[in-house]
């Protein structure tokens, strides 16, 4: 009687084995063919396409629907792939990679502004300087790769904090309470939250003397293609030779490479 027991508990086991595969196999079909189609494609064509009955098609579909992996248009009732798959796409790019494609970016930038460039990324509750160029002229920031910066007295940190949902800055700041680094720094929360809201509509941030009291910086975003900001470049100068008439000039220099290295990250020539 136990080994009857035992075999029907085996059969059911590679039969919802069987099942889950299929339901994998054909989950994954519905999607190349979602894809293969970017002005959208109804449930009938859909279902034909796969070789899948209507009803069956449907259920598999509300699912991929309900997690974020393809969307119905709500007026043609059409199917799209959905933002989850460009989110999976933008995460597979390593940081290794972005950095690779970046320092052509920072050497050009250091060249043609004579001032050392920079690319940060955010990791977890910190701020790292993930690449470097040294400018040509005399006296230059020293700023080490790996190096971890203050998200409220830099311009790096406030232009990788400036998209953030207010939730995910406040955890940043609970991790990392702002403090006093110069007569400059900003520590009041609703002075730092204004001067975000300013920089992601700008586009642009800049650190007056607010990390180093002798000098200035300005960084603009970096973004993929979902349009989400996913690193910073700038440059960084003594405030002597960095004036904020040459601080504003440069800042088109800065926003020429954010924009060069989104579309490298992007595939876009």
Known sequence: MSSMVME??????????RTGVQSLERAFKLLETVA??????SLADLSKSVGLHNSTTFHLVRTMVSLGYVRQSPDTKKYHVGSMIFGLAAA??????MVALAMPILEELAELSGESSHLAI???????????????????????????????ATALGKVLLAPLAMAQVDR???????????????VDPQRIREEL?????AGLAYDDGEFNDEARCVAAPVKDFTGQTIAAIGISAPIWRLTLQSLQEKSSLVLKASEKLSAELRGAP
Not at 8 to 17: G, L
Not at 36 to 41: R, T
Not at 125 to 147: D, K, L, P, W, Y
Not at 197 to 201: A, D, I, K
């Open 197 to 201: 809201r300013q920089t992601l509509s």
């Open 172 to 186: 940043y700041f609970e991790a990392n309470p702002p403090t006093p680094l110069t007569a400059k720094t900003m």
């Open 122 to 152: 955010m990791t977890g509750n910190e701020i790292v300087i993930a690449g470097r160029v040294s400018g040509s002229g005399v006296f230059q920031m020293q700023e080490r790769t790996g190096g971890v910066r203050p998200g409220h």
């Open 92 to 97: 597979s790019r390593s940081e290794s990679e």
């Open 36 to 41: 293969s189609h970017p002005q959208g494609i």
């Open 8 to 17: 029907t508990e085996s059969t059911d086991a590679k039969t919802k084995e």
